[in-house]
């Protein structure tokens, strides 16, 4: 048996330098499967991703996945790129297994929670508002070098990470605080700020509408009182006034106490982000 990789379609470039090119997985000359790779819109032409890999149900469990996920690799390698990126529904294991026997790690996931239509109301000495725009302009200014730097401690190259957090943040917020489907709001306790949530409006599924919690923060020296179990109750209530009952977010793997917290408020994983040096 030999497995190779044999191209299905021409070459797609663009002037960025990005590149995408579907597959064939083939045995000795006959279709099995197919694989499609690209370069990561997000984080440049130096970085792959791998969009999906199938072999045909008969032909499983003897290698051929292992073999075509590897020429792939071979050829974004030949493409220049250093690092490549695969998105794993939750609910896949054998394709997790695929992953982590290619030494794929985990770098963050998305997780999402079916909301009930009970409002749950602040704890006591604790109330919200909106955030200004004086707040919104030192915010926006700190969040893309933070969201930069906790890619780039991932592995990312600092000019990689600092391209996809400018490229996002302008992305979902063209209009800053004015953006349609966007809320930022602010948690006070005593008449001083001590966090802020930024929710936003968005379709999770077609013909679904959900939340998204894009930034939830706690300043560190009000940590640890709960806070953070407040802003997401609070992300709740702005997705049910919005009428959508699900509300899903982004954590990276490395967020211990982010993860716990979600887990305990009854978020489950979607989808498993990995990622591998070349």
Known sequence: MTTTLRPSGPLQEGADGARARHYDVCDNGR???????????????????????????????????????????????????????VEVPADNDPARRLAAALGYTERSRNMVKDLGPDIAPLPAGLTSRDM??????????????????????????????????????????????????????????????????????????????????FDVEVREEHRGRGHGRALMLLAEDITRAWRADRLGLHVFASNTPALRLYESLGYTTTRYNLAKAL
């Open 31 to 85: 279709p099995v499967g197919s694989v499609a790779i690209s370069t990561d819109d997000a984080f440049g032409p130096t970085a792959g991703v791998l969009r999906s890999l199938s072999v045909e149900e008969s032909r499983r469990r003897r290698g051929r996945g292992v073999i075509a996920a590897l020429a792939a690799e071979e050829v974004l390698r030949g493409w220049g790129c250093t690092q490549v990126r």
């Open 132 to 213: 200004s725009e004086e707040e919104f302009a030192a915010w926006r200014q700190d969040a893309v070098r933070t969201y930069a730097q906790g890619w780039i401690d991932r592995g990312v190259s600092p000019e990689q990470a600092r391209l996809k957090s400018e490229a996002d943040h302008a992305g979902h917020l063209p209009a800053g605080l004015a953006t349609e489907g966007v809320r930022f709001q602010v948690l006070v306790r005593a008449g001083e700020v001590v966090g802020h949530v930024w929710v936003a409006l968005r379709e999770p599924a077609p013909g679904g509408t959900g939340g998204f919690v």
